[in-house]
């Protein structure tokens, strides 16, 4: 079995290195004399001013070839074309990993004449660049490199003056199969992490005195040869370096290789690799609230750090990415340990180990940073970095956050030594050990190639990087499994005396976390966009045209009846005035009239333009109806089909305008008396009077006027959710989104209703696509957050939360700054007008009066056209306009960057989505790039964060109110209890006695608004909520109390209209019918409708203002003239008038819509008894 399984591995591929050309080696200096790099200006020998230099090819600290010595000069650049191979073998799941993360370091070296008595030619090393293999890995098969020569210390390339271009070297990449195949591609992952720099380090540690190593170090997650076999690697950042603060000592933001080989110098800087810079507000760590801006920038700033910068790539297959998914499912945190151990006073690496060994407590200040990686699993999220916080390490501590039982300190010390220890050694060439490097030039010359697997039996060096990492994979391995029976855990947990000083000084270290695919792809917009249109097909604009015999002839008769008419409006303009005279019409007077319309037409040119409007019609009668599409051969034929078409078009002509004329004109159609606002604003005033059959007609009125629009469409959903009939609800949602496909509330709706129906992949369509319509919408994301929980999705309700948070103080500092800037140019203004009449400018007292003076006259009481509240646009809801004048907002955390992850600005220069951070230019290459603008530039004072009026939370709250999704509404009341730091706000309870209020829970409701009125009682909300309570319990003389202090507040409660209508029918009840008259009044002066005018008209008649009444009568009969309640009352004031005819008319109708008001009834029949007249019955 394993023999049939070793014939599927892949043979090993040759990755072919080839060293081109090197150029700029040489230069001439300013006075045209040859300035060459050599290691002497005049070189003696009879090849004068070339300089002979070869380029030795290094890869894991094994030399893989020699280019053979080649001159060059300032006019011919050294052609090496020399080519050496390095096989990657399938064989080792690691190799790829090798590949990934190491760099190929070419070396130039310049090799000096011999001299006499000389046995061995001089050698100097002129500087290095290293090559990286990272393209191989991404599936290329060619790539080609122009590396910049980073002179070593001491070398001659060092004295190139600035200006100069820098030396150069061309190398290509080559293999002849992809290393990787379009499925392994899809399948693996690369996973960059780069430690950047630990900032607020103890106080005690001092850049005098002994000197330590820092080292950082995490396990990750690695290739297997059995992949059902998760197995996890330890990776080390050993060469951290204490440094003065930003302020002191200019940081360099070029990133290092983790394994630099034998590079030195400026070798060991990755090409083109640089640190990111994000905002704060954009990361994902653990410093980035408000209270920790003053601490972040004086810790970068000020203080000391300790400094990496270093990148380290692993390669991933299918099952490492798998089982890395899974374990950030599971445990979310990952940890990276953080210490500190003694630099050695002198001896040779092993001599150091055994000698460390020896000693103990080597490993100080040992701490760790928990990186939450469950951002990575959101959808389209590909990196994340931040500030994570350095805690004092215990195994208690470890295995509470991570779930691991014991911490990989001493395995990350002795990688961190072998490292330390092999990175001493220098990259020349050196004069001891001449067998050793007559050894090494046999190697090169037999083959010209190494495999990646041979290192393993190569000498320490070799072998460190796959059996010290195999060891390593087993250790954690062991110690993740291994059930662990310490008495840290089980007993006492002991304290990190040293650890503990990293809390004390607020530590933090920044990690950058990247994967070239995301581990959750996110479904893109079109795709969203599809499965709605496939879920609710959209509406076609127009009906599909169909083109048939009674369609042309459906046409032609439009046409016929359209040129009548216009020949009727000429004629009524020439001959109106002769109609009119009582004439007799004569035969000899109706010619002379016709011959002039005739004459009239044709010389005014609308006897052409009329044919020309019949002959588009005409023609699609002779092609649908007579078939003829070709020309007529024979002439005769031709006439005979002109005479049949002739009679056909006649008769057709004779039928169309019968139809149409008609001898007296028919009145055009009145336009509607009331409009769609209003008759939505009629709906509500129903439903708020639980007339609920009456809301349904008006609804449906609605609709049936405007079928298009999607608004009245979803306001008829939203009612039906209200009664409970979800079933019409989905159905009305389902119209709304066939109109509009992008209706942001129909979309977020639609999502409620599969909610609650439980078809959840339904309903996570319509929310992603809500966010996916408006990203920048807070509600559409705090909506797909409320879906998540309700599916137990904590990890993408975490996402949709910070990025809902993250727009919300977002829109808030930009309210923020428009406010600000108005009020910049109120002063601006008021200043130009004081130097202008020639006053001095205001004090700042006065000022501040004026401002307040105008606050004041801006923010007077203004009429809106309707008062009900209705639900708010999605793009035109804003979250700042609290229910109170004390509701203030809390403090929100800012979001990480979501979805489609922006790598940050570096120089002022934008990037595009799709270049990774790694990709920024530097101002020259081969060199440490130095933040010197950045470090020099004074920083501008920094602004407070915002803090938004409303929650998240409470904003979905408002709405969901509005559209009367309730489970919804008391999922986000939970959160938004949970996340408010004060817990129950008046806000809370008034939200919840809204909740309660609609599920008809009176005794709840109250409740709450009592717990809201004894924090906040003059909130004008509070008051009228508890109105109603009273007022649908029966209590009128509370509900009147309630009513009359929230009309006092100088402040309107949020809906008005049904306050008016209740406190005035309360009036009524009491007998107060001037001050019934005066409450309904105010409900008509702000939003008028029936109920409203019909309150006054009953107020008006009981007070005997019969005229009034009857005029507001009339008014309420114009908005609604089906209304019996309003032609029982006309009747009454007509009874009283002694108009009889008009009475028995009302009353009539009263009967006909079936008036039911029994008290009514009887006061219309005493009448008619008194008045004798006004029923048809008697």
């Not at 008609?662 to 008396?673: R, T």
């Not at 009629?682 to 059959?693: I, P, Q, S």
């Not at 009263?1150 to 008697?1178: C, M, R």
Request: hydrophobic share 35%; aromatic share 6%; glycine share 6%.
């Amino acid at each position: 079995m394993a023999e049939a399984e070793a014939i599927h591995v892949r043979p090993p591929e040759p990755i072919v290195i080839t060293v081109c050309r090197a150029h700029n080696l040489v230069q001439y200096s300013d006075t045209d004399r040859v300035s060459k790099c050599g290691s002497q200006l005049n070189m003696r020998g009879s090849k004068g001013d070339a300089v002979n230099v070869m380029v030795k090819v290094e890869f894991n600290e094994k030399v893989l070839g020699e280019t053979p010595k080649v001159d060059c000069s300032p006019d011919v650049p050294a052609e090496f074309n020399f080519s050496t191979t390095l096989n990657c073998t399938y064989e080792d799941p690691l190799a790829l990993d090798e590949i990934a993360h190491k760099p190929v370091v070419l070396t130039v070296i310049e090799v000096m004449p011999k001299e006499r008595r000389q046995k061995e030619e001089k050698t100097s090393t002129l500087g290095q660049c290293t090559l990286d293999l990272l393209p191989l890995v991404k599936g290329e098969t060619n790539y080609r490199y122009t590396l910049v020569i980073n002179p070593t210390p001491g070398s001659p390339l060092e004295a190139i003056p600035a200006e100069n271009p820098r030396p150069e070297l061309d190398v290509m990449l080559s293999v002849n199969e992809a290393l990787l195949d379009e499925q392994q591609i899809k399948d693996g992952n690369l996973l960059t992490i780069t430690v950047e720099s630990l900032f607020s380090p103890p106080d005690s540690w001092q850049l005098t005195g002994q000197q330590f190593y820092y080292s950082a170090a995490l396990p990750v997650p690695c290739n297997s040869e059995d992949p059902t076999e998760k197995k996890e690697m330890l990776v080390v950042f050993p060469g951290g370096q204490l440094k003065l603060g930003a302020d002191k000592e200019l940081p360099n933001k070029q990133k290092k290789w983790a394994v630099p080989g034998s590079a030195v110098g400026n070798s060991i800087f990755i090409p083109d690799s640089v640190i990111a810079s994000d905002p704060v507000e954009d990361e994902d760590g653990d410093f980035k609230d408000k209270g920790d801006r003053d601490h972040r920038h004086l810790s970068e700033s000020e203080k000391m750090r300790i400094t990496w910068n270093t990148e380290r790539r692993c390669y991933l297959e299918n099952a490492a990415v798998k089982g890395f998914q899974d374990s950030v499912a599971k445990t979310r945190y990952w940890p990276i340990e953080i210490f500190r151990f003694p630099q050695p006073a002198g001896g040779k690496g092993k001599k150091l180990t055994s000698k460390l060994k020896d000693e103990e407590g080597t490993i100080s200040y040992h701490g760790v940073a928990f990186l939450n990686l469950a951002p990575l699993l959101y959808p389209g999220v590909k990196r994340i970095r931040g500030a994570f916080k350095v805690l004092p390490y215990t195994d208690h501590l470890l295995h509470e956050k991570s779930k691991r039982k014991a911490g990989i300190g001493e395995e990350a010390l002795r990688l961190s030594l072998n490292q330390l220890n092999r990175s001493s050694a220098s990259p020349a060439p050196k004069k001891a050990g001449k067998e050793k490097a007559e050894a090494e030039k046999k190697d090169a010359k037999k083959g010209g190639h190494e495999s990646i697997a041979k290192g393993k039996e190569s000498g320490a060096k070799g072998k460190f990087q796959f059996q010290s990492l195999g060891s390593a994979v087993m250790r954690l391995a062991s110690n993740t499994l291994k059930s662990d029976t310490g008495s840290e855990i089980d007993g006492q947990v002991p304290v990190n005396v040293e650890g503990q000083q990293y809390a004390d000084s607020k530590s933090y270290i920044m990690i950058d976390i990247c994967l070239t695919r995301p581990l959750v792809p996110k479904r893109p917009p079109e795709e969203l966009a599809r499965r709605v249109a496939e879920l609710i097909p959209p509406r076609p604009a127009f009906p599909k045209r169909t083109d048939s015999a009674d369609k042309a002839v459906e046409d032609y008769h439009c046409q016929i009846a359209g040129v009548a008419s216009l020949l009727l409006e000429e004629f009524r303009e020439m001959f109106g005035e002769d109609q009119g005279t009582g004439e007799p019409q004569t035969n000899e007077v109706m010619e002379g009239r016709r011959q002039k319309l005739m004459y009239h037409l044709n010389s005014s040119g609308k006897y052409f333009s009329f044919k020309e409007q019949l002959k588009h019609s005409v023609i699609k009668i002779v092609r649908e109806k007579y078939l003829k599409t070709t020309n007529f051969d024979d002439r005769q034929q031709l006439q005979t089909f002109l005479s049949e078409l002739y009679v056909y078009l006649v008769d057709q002509m004779h039928q169309s305008l019968n139809k149409v004329l008609q001898i007296e004109d028919q009145p055009p159609i009145p336009p509607p008396l009331t409009t769609n606002a209003q008759l939505k604003h009629f709906a509500r005033e129903a439903e708020v009077n639980k007339n609920f059959d009456l809301a349904t007609k008006y609804y449906q009125e609605r609709i049936i006027r405007e079928e298009s629009n999607a608004d009245n469409w979803f306001d008829f959903g939203t009612f039906c959710l209200y009664t409970n009939n979800v079933s019409k609800a989905e159905e009305c949602f389902h119209k709304c989104i066939s109109i509009n496909q992008r209706h942001m509330d129909g979309l977020m709706l639609n999502g409620v209703v599969c909610t609650l129906a439980e078809r959840n992949e339904a309903a996570e369509t319509f929310f992603e696509a809500a966010t996916n319509v408006d990203p920048k919408n807070i509600l559409a994301w705090t909506m797909l957050g409320l879906f998540y929980d309700t599916i137990s999705n904590d990890i993408g309700a975490e996402m949709a939360y910070l990025e809902a948070n993250k727009l919300n103080i977002g829109q808030a500092a930009s309210i923020a700054r428009d406010e600000e800037q108005e009020k910049e140019k109120k002063e601006k203004e008021k200043a130009e007008r004081a130097e202008k009449d020639g006053e001095a400018t205001d004090t700042p007292q006065v000022e501040g009066d004026e401002e307040l003076m105008i606050g004041s006259s801006e923010g007077g009481l203004s009429v809106p056209a309707l008062d009900i509240k209705q639900p708010t646009p999605v793009g035109e809801r804003t979250p700042f306009s609290a229910r109170s004048s004390n509701i203030k907002g809390e403090k929100r955390n800012s979001a990480g960057k979501r979805g489609s992850i922006v790598p940050p600005l570096s120089a002022g220069k934008s990037l595009t989505p799709s270049r990774p951070g790694s990709q920024l230019k530097e101002p020259a290459r081969g060199t440490p790039v130095v933040g010197e603008a950045e470090a020099q530039e004074e920083l501008p004072p920094r602004e407070p964060t915002p803090i938004p009026a409303m929650s998240i939370y409470m904003q979905a709250v408002d709405w969901l109110l509005e559209v009367k999704a309730v489970p919804f509404t008391e999922q986000a009341l939970a959160h938004e209890l949970l996340t408010t730091p004060s817990g129950k706000t008046p806000a809370y309870h008034i939200a919840t006695a809204r909740v309660k209020l609609q599920k008809e829970e009176y005794e709840e409701a109250e409740q709450s608004l009592n717990d809201a009125l004894q924090v906040e009682h003059q909130n004008p909300d509070g008051w009228a909520l508890m109105g109603h309570v009273k007022y649908l319990n029966g209590d009128n003389h509370a509900a009147r109390e309630c009513y009359q202090r929230t009309l006092s507040f100088v402040t309107d409660a949020t809906e008005t209209h049904s306050i008016y209508l209740r406190l005035a029918s309360i009036y009524l009840q009491d007998g107060e019918y001037q001050q019934a008259k005066q409450t309904f009044l105010m409900a008509c002066k702000k939003s008028p409708s029936c109920v409203s005018w019909l309150g006054v008209g009953i107020a008006c008649y009981r007070l005997g203002e019969l005229g009034e009444a009857e005029d507001a009568l009339m008014e309420a009969n114009i908005l609604n003239n089906s209304d019996p309640e309003v032609w029982g009352y006309l009747s009454l004031v007509c009874l009283r008038t002694a108009r009889k005819v008009e009475a028995e008319q009302s009353y009539k109708h009263a009967v006909k819509l079936q008036l039911q008001d029994a008290a009514l009834l009887n006061e219309i029949h005493a009448e008619q008894k008194k008045a004798t007249f006004g029923n048809p019955e008697f």
